[in-house]
């Protein structure tokens, strides 16, 4: 088992480009989500999905867009890439959701430089 | 706005010693509340986890303090070793979907 993988690891992007970020899980959890990671700001949920075909928002989802085509795979998409969106990303899954989830399996995240 | 308040920012600590980190949170909803622990270039995986039925819960050398009444929870790590060094995130959770971690604590555990 690969567990969650990430696409690619690292980035350096031009403000206004876009990109999309490849999250794939082999565990056949039903939960995913992408979250960013800045100094002194913790894990900030950007967006999740509860299964295939649904997406829903998370706490900074402005700026990104996601899809979740297939059960294995959750997609981050940056249409118009800004500096601020300078970070690294995770993304998880889970087997089910909260309250009953145990826990979150992180990928090793995708480091993006937004010049 | 910060719902999971957490501190210290940083935590240097002598090997065998005690490692305390604290988290405060103010909705009372929150029923579910793990530490997850981040070596560097890695992403975080879950340590320990706790819910609001019991005050305290222990893992080998971990441990979990929850203080419902002063809406806190604690880790403690007891006799700290070098390789427990790494960055700690509590996080909570309630009736919704969504973890909210945290900033995050970064320890180093000297020889």
């Known amino acids: 088992n690969a567990g969650v993988t990430q696409t690619p690891k690292f980035r350096v992007l031009k403000t206004g480009q876009s990109m999309t970020l490849l999250c794939a899980q082999d565990m056949n959890h039903e939960y995913m989500y992408w979250y960013r990671q800045d100094p002194g700001m913790g894990l900030r949920l950007i967006h999740y999905s509860v299964g295939e075909g649904t997406t829903a928002k998370g706490e900074v989802p402005d700026g990104y867009n996601v899809s979740r085509l297939k059960k294995q795979n959750f997609l981050l998409g940056l249409e118009s890439a800004a500096p601020s969106q300078t970070s690294v990303y995770f993304c998880?899954?889970?087997?089910?959701?909260?309250?009953?989830?145990?826990?979150?399996?992180f990928g090793p995240g995708t480091r993006l430089l937004v010049l | 706005q910060q719902q999971v308040k957490q501190s210290p920012q940083s935590l240097i600590v002598q090997k065998g010693g005690i490692s305390i980190i604290n988290c405060a949170y103010e909705?009372?909803?929150?029923?579910?509340f793990p530490w997850y622990q981040q070596f560097p270039g890695k992403g975080p995986a879950l340590l320990i986890a706790?819910?609001?039925?019991?005050s305290e819960k222990k893992e080998g050398r971990f441990t979990i303090s929850f203080n419902k009444s002063a809406k806190q929870f604690s880790l403690h790590i007891m006799d700290s070793q070098p390789g427990d060094s790494a960055t700690y995130f509590c996080a909570a959770s309630g009736n919704t979907d969504k973890l909210i971690f945290g900033t995050g604590t970064r320890l180093q555990v000297f020889p």
């Open positions: 909705n009372t909803a929150f029923d579910y």
């Open positions: 998880a899954s889970s087997k089910v959701g909260l309250p009953e989830q145990e826990t979150q399996y």
């Open positions: 706790i819910r609001p039925d019991v």
